[in-house]
């Protein structure tokens, strides 16, 4: 029927260009390309490179001097040029990209509709394909922040769970915790997971690194250790020492998750649907079956009151038990920072300190660590309800958890570069006597990021008065440290405009 | 109080970077920086360049070789070089860039309060001067397109247009018109401009251009004339012919209500209530006070049925009262495109055979015009009630409406360039007898929008059937043009996919 036939098209040129969008798939057409016009593609800000059976979905960028990009050539990003996996240079067609079919749903979403987990589920496979541009992710976000039902939470865990990478540890009982966060160094896991891999059961823990904050558990743990592993070599690990302190980022157990987390932080959006959704996707898919969960409770925490943390408690047993997790949600108030370091080298003095059972261990993060390690160890049917905790201070007392811990780090092997701490330092000081009264959590995790962490680890707080402490006009309340001068001069300036401790006088 | 004082910083050197982002202000920073660590960045994936008192917010993106991007320079992309106002190399600071304040309103808005003015007007101005990412922009679309309460749409309008230059045309009648799209080839304005202006109403007319549309009236007037006349030009033109046709992008009436369309269009979020707040705002911006709203409703339009279309007529008349705009709102069914062109010169070919009279103009188009014309008029209260149309058909007829069309042109001076009809040329056939029984409008969008129109002014679809007419199989049904292979090819196989004509068979 056609008076003339599409003429077939030349491809373009695949262009590697060395730019990190920060999870953002970014695609790169000059403005004077020999074959496409950019402006035809404004329209939805995104193209799909085709070549063979190989896609790939980009939000678009116009390159306008030929200098930099030929006009027979097409960039991608970094990420881009990993994810289509084709050498540089290699002919590419461009074409529209239709936007995916699971934006419907996310429409339906905003309307006000109950997705189905079938829709879910497609929503989530296209985030963990790059199929969504990141304003895309936000809409879905925020359009899941206003209302999520409790079967759509359900449907978001398992739906994240099944996109990503999933681990059997056979039939043995299989334990793990987990920290909600936003308490700055509340690094229990690293005194946890030795204990409970020392009394025999098999705890195969994955932690994230800090996105926000100024460490996670695993920057901090990659003070002592190796910390990206494999599927394999973690497997390995656990088979050897009954747990592991290992990065989850780099065993892909939600990759949905990781591409929602990218987009949610910046919007500071993270509501206890999609927390449980997250937490509780990534401990599915780790294949941890029964789970003590850690809910901080705190005017500068995640969660400001009781009530609060009591419905995101019974929104986790819910979603919990639906999906076969056995959970025991702590609650507790913590009013401060754990321990006396925030940032990883910091943290993990005080880990080493209690591990070691030194006499200036910090006794909060002692007291809290055993705690969660004894309500962990309730879950062996062996041990005498209640001698959880008794077990636990045990199992530190008599060095087996040091034992255990310096035998995990060996296991995982050494970390990518020895730490000392930072050499530009600032003791930030008391403008007046008296008590300390308040510690903002917030105030200071900005401030030790500010100084560095976790990209310098030995950047961070050193906190040398905490709640209930006197001091003294001058006396020093923390120390600053930083490795980088640009650093040290946001960090410094931040502390001198509010230090983020209030101090009540005494009269 | 400080043990050592924050080491001054030496600033880096701004380095245009040749790359459109699409409306996103974005900043690259090298890996190896010789002053900054990009990843302490990486929280909130914003920065914010500092040089003197200009300040300018930007997504971060990391630039990984150093031949490109040299360690002691930040680059950033045209649109942020521009909104920065300095020469390349300039010294400029990086900080971090803490949220938009505003951001705090959109996550009460996400949690499901109502914002007041006050609060709308903050996330708007930031939206304004470029303080959002994109992201950002889809937060606030996605947590009011569930839910913006009356009073909401009311403050979000008078915000848009206190955003953006604001016209005032002293004490005189000041009319418009308004479409609200979605209908290809109704492209009414540039006849209802004349023969309001020729009737001797002031009637400053603002138009948008395509941005997922094959044209947009801008587009289709740039054929005839300049349209990218700045304010000063505009009034001039206004002043000697009472009316103009110019591209509103360029007097920047509401520079917010740009940026939320450019992230809006991709996410297809188009609420009424931000379709009101948009039209309206740039309506009190232009100074205009007596508006003719036009609501073209069918089964591919924006408006679907007469119900949803009275909502949307109650909600414009609610807050046109509020804001002082006397609107009359017009709703009619419109089953198919208007005219027979959908791109700029088919169209605009279309629209002087109606001002020409000639024989064969198309009926559907020259009535609609005159149908609005009428009820502009009708603002005139020295025009006899129901006279409007009368009046509007006389001007027309009589060719005054003609002679004022080409004064206005010749006022706004010649068009950028000649356009002639893409050369490559495909006519898409009748695969059956019988009668042309619908026609899907948004189909034919996308095909002429595939076949390069806007950013090729002769590119586009010529209807040569419309609803009703009868057709033997291999008659022409419409002809595709194309300027360019790649769009051709684009356009054709869309067409050869699913032509947008349904035949019926007549037996």
Not at 32 to 44: E, G, P, V
Not at 116 to 136: C, Q, S
Not at 271 to 300: F, N, W, Y
Not at 425 to 431: C, L
Request: charged share 25%; proline share 5%; net charge negative.
């Amino acid at each position: 029927m056609s008076d003339e036939t599409a003429p077939p098209l030349p491809p373009l040129k695949l262009r590697r260009l060395a730019i990190d969008a920060y999870g953002e798939v970014v695609a790169y057409l000059p403005r004077h390309s020999s074959l496409y016009r950019a402006a035809d593609f404004q329209a939805l800000s995104k193209v799909e490179l085709v070549a063979g059976d190989k896609r790939l979905v980009a939000v678009l960028n116009i390159v306008e001097r030929s200098d930099w990009l030929a006009p027979e050539e097409v960039g991608v990003c970094e990420l881009g040029f990993r994810l289509l996996g084709l050498p540089d240079g290699s002919p590419v067609g461009v074409v529209q990209a239709p936007p995916a079919k699971s934006l419907d749903h996310v429409r339906r979403k905003i309307q006000g509709h109950e997705l189905t987990r079938a829709e879910l589920g497609e929503i989530i496979r296209d985030i963990a394909d790059h199929r969504y541009a990141k304003t895309e992710i936000a809409a879905f976000l925020i359009s899941s922040a206003s209302f999520l039902s409790t079967e759509e939470v359900l449907g978001l865990t398992e739906a994240m769970a099944a996109a990503g990478s999933r681990m059997d540890w056979g039939d043995g009982m299989v334990v793990d915790k987990h920290c909600i966060g936003g308490i700055p160094g509340n690094r229990t896991s690293m005194i946890v997971v030795p204990i409970v891999a020392a009394h025999g059961l098999t705890i195969p823990k994955t932690s994230s690194r800090a996105i926000t904050s100024p460490a996670g558990t695993a920057d901090t743990m990659e003070v002592c250790a190796r910390v990206d592993l494999g599927i394999e070599a973690m497997r390995e690990v656990v088979k050897a020492e009954k747990g592991c302190l290992v990065w989850g980022g780099h065993v892909n157990l939600s990759p949905a998750d990781d591409r929602l987390i990218a987009v949610e932080r910046p919007l500071m959006s993270d509501t206890a649907e999609q927390m449980v959704a997250s937490i509780l996707s990534k401990k599915l898919a780790a294949g941890s079956r029964q789970i003590v969960i850690d809910i901080p409770v705190g005017p500068s925490g995640k969660v400001r009151d009781r009530a609060q943390a009591v419905r995101l408690k019974k929104l986790f047993e819910y979603v919990g038990d639906r999906i076969g997790l056995c959970l025991d949600v702590v609650i507790g108030d913590v009013l401060q920072p754990v321990g006396r370091g925030i940032g990883p080298a910091l943290e993990a003095r005080d880990v080493l300190k209690v591990l070691s059972n030194e006499a200036d261990a910090p006794a909060d993060l002692r007291d809290r660590a055993l705690l969660l390690a004894g309500r962990i160890l309730e879950f062996d049917p062996a041990l005498r309800g209640g001698a959880g905790v008794v077990r636990a201070a045990e199992l530190l007392a008599s060095g087996e958890a040091l034992e255990k811990f310096l035998r995990i780090v060996d296991a995982q092997g050494k970390p990518p570069a020895a730490v000392s701490l930072g050499k530009l330092r600032h003791e930030v000081r008391a403008p007046r006597d008296g008590t300390v009264a308040a510690i903002d959590c917030f105030r200071l995790s900005r401030i030790a990021r500010l100084s560095g962490a976790p990209s310098d680890k030995g950047a961070g707080i050193d906190l040398m008065k905490k709640l209930g402490d006197t001091v003294e006009q001058g006396e020093p309340l923390y120390r600053i440290h930083a490795c980088l001068a640009a650093d040290f001069h946001f960090a410094v300036g931040t502390a001198d405009e509010d230090s983020g401790m209030v101090i009540e006088g005494t009269r």
